[in-house]
């Protein structure tokens, strides 16, 4: 029984520690071995709550199992996974701990069955990702990792404050459905909101990623937003005002992830806007719609992180992932370039892919729920995505005329490794879906995404997003933000006026409480 009281994350913090004082050969085989031992972990069939404990007269849950947090679980265990089969060896055992410590931090708050040890872990995961990108060289990764932090900050703070309201309230502090109607209801859907990247709060995320290394991006993309998306599915299904949000998510930043021309800062926003499909989904909150929620989360989480890496490997390749500056790659780098088009043909959700049974999932999802405006702005949104992200990245980067200096081919390494362990998920998803379909909350299900209704509206999303790829490329729209600069968005405000301002109010409180003690003093 102590191996099923075992959080999983628990078992990546270890091996955070200890690559800290390993050599670097044995590095990347402890970060592998911990994340197979979190992912064997995560398949424990015992459900219910184990290791609960009390502290300071609350009672603490760091192990609750079941199907929800199992199928999340996995998604950051396979993430981990990948993560390490990347190249540990070639990173600093710093990074290397800041990784695992990310991931591990996520994948405990994703079992852990109360507040307060949500909110540990998730912050504890948050120090790692600022962590990620305070360690790197540059004035800029440190200026965004500071950033991130004030981000997160205020997500911690929000969510304690929602947490001690709902705990007064209800006399527990466990982590279960709130309402939105509630002062704890709002604070804490604020504060996964901030996570998962909710309107005016997605920028910390196209501001964080395409700072930090190519491992790094990854993890960035994938456990912050997903762990907002879990604990939202966690507290807040069936809340019709996330619906809203959630197709808001899908459609604001598809002008930015067209135009933009850095590439990882382009990815960031198709995260986001695939987040928002799964946020669409967990506000509609029928069983259907949650499993279509962690179905897409599956598919979404392998798919970003092959992109993110191929981008990681042009990046090291060429100095820079802007797609001004690149093109005509896929003759230097063949495989990177094959395994990118796959990750990319299933956020396109082709047949086969693991998109395709996802999507799938939350069209079928959406044309039940009676949201017919939703369903087809969804549907809209998705053919978007297909342009932005999965036609626009792999075409800028390896098919694009070459504005590049011929190279010589690249060899296979561990980056590729990684990328064809999450390929292969892709494609076995993609052939046998009912495989993933049992795992998914709150019950297994049966569906079956291979007719020709289905297949014949992602044809049709196909051709739509093929011209509006086509149309976006006529009309220049990838020249907007050629010159260099980054693209407008809300954070100009955010980190501009402000900011200042809030820098001006604090240097004046400071100003007076100073005064007030002196003034304190003389009496």
């Known amino acids: 029984m102590a191996a099923v009281s075992f959080n999983p994350g628990f078992a990546l913090l270890l091996g955070a520690a200890l690559v800290l004082v390993t050599p670097a050969r044995a590095r990347n085989l402890i970060a592998l071995a911990a994340s197979l031992g979190a992912l064997a972990l995560a398949f424990t069939p015992s459900f219910g709550e184990h290791g609960a404990f009390a502290q300071i007269g609350l009672r603490v849950a760091p192990l609750r199992l079941d199907a929800l947090s199992q199928t999340f679980g996995m998604i950051f265990a396979l993430a981990a996974i990948m993560l390490a089969l990347h190249g540990g060896a070639a990173r600093s055992r710093e990074e290397e701990a800041a990784l695992l410590t990310h991931a591990g931090g996520a994948l405990g708050a994703v079992y852990a069955g109360d507040f307060v040890a949500f909110v540990a872990l998730a912050e504890l995961s948050t120090l790692a990702a600022a962590a990620l990108l305070l360690s790197r060289p540059g004035a800029a990764a440190k200026e965004a990792g500071q950033r991130l932090i004030g981000w997160q900050a205020l997500s911690s703070v929000l969510f304690l404050a929602g947490a001690a309201f709902a705990i007064a309230q209800r006399g527990t502090a466990e982590f279960t459905q709130l309402s939105a109607r509630t002062p704890a209801g709002i604070l804490i859907l604020v504060a996964l909101g901030v996570k998962a990247g909710f309107p005016l709060a997605h920028v910390w995320l196209k501001d964080a990623a395409p700072r930090a290394s190519a491992a790094g991006a990854a993890a960035l993309l994938v456990f912050t937003p997903m762990l907002g998306a879990y604990g939202l599915a966690r507290a807040f299904a069936g809340e019709p005002a996330l619906m809203w949000v959630g197709v808001a998510m899908t459609v604001l930043p598809a002008f930015h992830a067209m135009a933009e021309d850095d590439l990882r800062r ?14 669409a989904c ?8 949650l499993a279509a929620a962690a179905a897409h989360a599956t598919a979404t989480a392998l798919g970003v992180i092959v992109l993110a890496m191929a981008l990681g490997a042009v990046m090291d390749r060429t100095g820079t992932a802007r797609a001004s500056k690149l093109g005509g790659l896929a003759r230097t780098m063949p495989v990177t370039a094959t395994l990118a088009c796959i990750a990319a043909l299933s956020i396109a959700g082709a047949p086969l892919t693991a998109g395709f049974a996802s999507i799938a999932l939350v069209f079928d999802a959406f044309a039940r729920a009676g949201e017919p405006v939703a369903y087809f702005t969804l549907v809209a949104a998705a053919g978007a995505a297909v342009a932005h992200t999965a036609v626009r990245i792999p075409y800028a980067a390896f098919f694009a005329p070459p504005r590049w200096k011929t190279a010589q081919p690249s060899q296979f390494g561990e980056p590729h490794l990684a990328m064809l362990v999450a390929v292969v998920l892709i494609l076995g998803i993609g052939a046998a879906p009912g ?26 999303l196909a051709v739509f997003a093929g011209l509006a790829f086509a149309a976006a ?8 933000d050629e010159a260099g600069g980054d693209l407008r968005d809300v954070d100009t405000l955010i980190h501009g006026p402000l900011w200042r301002l809030v820098q001006r109010v604090g240097g004046a409180a400071a100003t007076a409480h100073r005064a007030w003690r002196a003034g304190e003093a003389g009496l």
């Open 266 to 279: 382009a990815l960031a926003y198709g995260m986001t806007a695939q987040v928002g499909f799964i946020v």
């Open 282 to 289: 967990i506000g509609v909150g029928s069983p259907l719609a």
């Open 435 to 460: 495989w993933l379909y049992a795992f998914l909350p709150p019950d297994p299900i049966r569906f079956s995404p291979y007719d020709w209704g289905r297949l014949m509206v992602h044809i049709q």
């Open 473 to 480: 490329r006529a009309a220049r729209l990838h020249d907007v």
